[in-house]
């Protein structure tokens, strides 16, 4: 019987770690750890010999975050069940799902059950919103009952591996990412270093003013969401062209997809 679940997650902006808290939620088992990769807290090296891990990530450009797969280099397991969970922000998945199979496998998990779930794109600002506020009620209402169905699955079939994930293997090229970063507005900005707490590859420095290194900025507009004064904002042409065709091709509302 499964007593313990470890949550596994890097996330931002925190949307991926609301589905995967939900799916533990409906899973109902009350024994919970955190291991969240976003900051690179202590205690992330670790082998699991028992529970069941849920593990997310968000979509980035169709893959895997690489920042992801570095943090993830030194977690493995002994044969345990393992949930997957795709968070995108209502364009699509494309291969990210099948991807973080792949990698989860090769750490031993036993992948038993995935999930795509939607929530606010990175780039949504009020103007230009792109599934803003996501994951809402229903996001997280279907999150939960994915979870009670896992934990029917894991009582009438233990050990059941999932094969049916979407995707493509070789899976589409990385973009790569870096060179890019949100800019500080010094009206708005008290310095008041939230920016620097938030951003999870440590690039923001604040002193006499904010400065980031843009070479090591993944986008993750943590930054931008969290500044209090709303000080910080990702404008660069390109990512304002990619902005507009989000807007125009993805408002339309996905819907999460369970795979089990
Ligand atoms: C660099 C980058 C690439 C992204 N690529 C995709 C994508 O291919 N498809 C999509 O629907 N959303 C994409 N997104 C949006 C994120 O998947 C989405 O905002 C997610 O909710 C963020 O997760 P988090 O809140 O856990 O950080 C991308 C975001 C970033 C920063
Ligand atoms: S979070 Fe906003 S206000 Fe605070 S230091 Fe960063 S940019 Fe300035
Ligand atoms: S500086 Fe870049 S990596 Fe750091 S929080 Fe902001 S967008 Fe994310």
Known sequence: MITKIHLIYFSPTKTTKKIVEQIAAGINIRDIEHYDLTLM??????????????????VYAGRVPEVFLKRIEKISAVGIPAVLVALYGNRAFEDALVELRDVVVSKGFVVIAAGAFIGEHSYSTSQQPIAANRPDAADLQKAKEFGINIAKELQENIGKSVVEIPGN????????????????????????????????????????????????????????????????????????????????????????????
Do not use: W
């Not at 807290?41 to 997310?56: K, M, V």
């Not at 604040?206 to 004064?229: F, R």
């Open 41 to 58: 807290e202590p205690g992330l090296d670790r082998q699991f010999a028992d529970g069941l891990a849920i593990i997310g990530i968000p």
């Open 169 to 260: 293997v070789p899976y589409k090229e990385r973009v790569p990412l870096g060179g890019i970063a949100p800019e500080t507005n010094r009206e708005l900005c008290t310095l008041c270093g939230t920016c620097a707490k938030v951003c999870p590859t440590f690039v923001i420095r604040v002193d006499s003013e904010v400065k980031t290194n843009a070479e090591n900025c993944i986008m993750c507009c943590a930054c931008v969401k969290y500044c209090p004064e709303n000080a910080r904002e990702l404008k660069h042409p390109m990512i304002e062209a990619r902005r507009e065709m989000l807007v125009k091709n993805c408002s339309i509302r996905k819907v999460p997809n369970d795979f089990l």
